[in-house]
């Protein structure tokens, strides 16, 4: 039997297929013979997580431009200092900056990416332990990593979207069902409330491509720990939950400084 299975080895492409067809039975492939192909994922998913942001980057920068427009329109009704005049021009050249626009935010994505991995198998690793689901971390990382196929298909349909359109997305997922159009200097001088920025942050994680990969996770979880259905999916979605949770923090965050700003310039 092993020598019949070492001999059916399966291809990328047929993998791919198979992870979005047959995913149980290429996940227990996966678990075998395939142990060492988890890069393959790994580095089309850091390669679409990082194309969005390039092909946006013109885009990104007229908004910039015009967003210190806005806010330079709004100064010049006051007196400005030689040194407010100064930081303005630095701030005009921060904003346009490539390492500013593009690369910074494409090693944020790139090592946001591997930390929500590392972190994903941590807590699987962990929970499951307790629960009765043992499994090694080295398992549980490469199951994760090809589970995030269906974020590597959202970023490639978001790149070409962006292509297409000449826009980048205002409003991803289903933040855009509350999120009101507002222009630069009404988001600037009528910044959103604390509770609407949350539920925006919130409703913009949320999509079908997330419904796809807490699937993905789900059986998975089944095929290395060979946790009930049940257990499996109750400790995906406890996982989820804890980690979007934390991950509102900073929303938070910056909402609550916003609000100071505006008590203070008010």
Do not use: C
Request: aromatic residues 8%.
């Amino acid at each position: 039997m092993r020598n019949q299975a070492s001999s059916e080895r399966r291809g990328l492409l047929r993998l791919l297929v198979g992870i979005i067809l047959r995913p149980r039975a290429t996940f227990q492939y996966l678990a075998g013979e395939g142990r060492w192909r988890w890069w393959i994922p790994a580095l089309l998913a850091a390669v679409m997580v990082v194309m969005p942001i390039v092909v946006a980057t013109p885009i990104n920068t007229r908004q910039a431009l015009e967003a210190l427009k806005t806010t330079q329109e709004m100064l010049n009704q006051q007196t400005l200092s030689p040194e407010q005049q100064q930081q303005m021009e630095q701030a005009q050249k921060m904003v346009t900056s490539p390492l500013f626009i593009t690369v910074f935010p494409s090693i944020t994505a790139v090592l946001g990416l591997a930390v929500g991995w590392l972190a994903w198998a941590g807590a699987l690793y962990l929970i499951g332990i307790v629960i009765g689901g043992p499994a090694s971390f080295g398992d549980l990382f490469r199951m994760v990593v090809w589970a995030w196929i269906p974020y590597t298909l959202r970023g490639f349909l978001q790149t070409l979207y962006i292509l297409l359109a000449g826009q980048t997305i205002a409003h991803p997922g289903l933040s855009g069902l509350v999120a009101s159009p507002q222009g630069v200097k009404e988001m600037l001088t009528a910044p959103p409330t604390m509770g609407q920025m949350v539920v925006l942050a919130l409703l913009s994680r949320i999509d079908l491509f997330l419904f796809w990969n807490l699937a993905l996770l789900v059986v998975g979880t089944i095929v290395v720990t060979r946790l009930s259905p049940r257990k499996a999916a109750a400790l995906v979605l406890g996982i989820w939950v804890l980690f979007t949770l934390m991950g509102l923090i900073p929303t938070l965050i910056s909402s609550l400084f916003m609000g100071q700003v505006t008590t203070v310039g008010g």
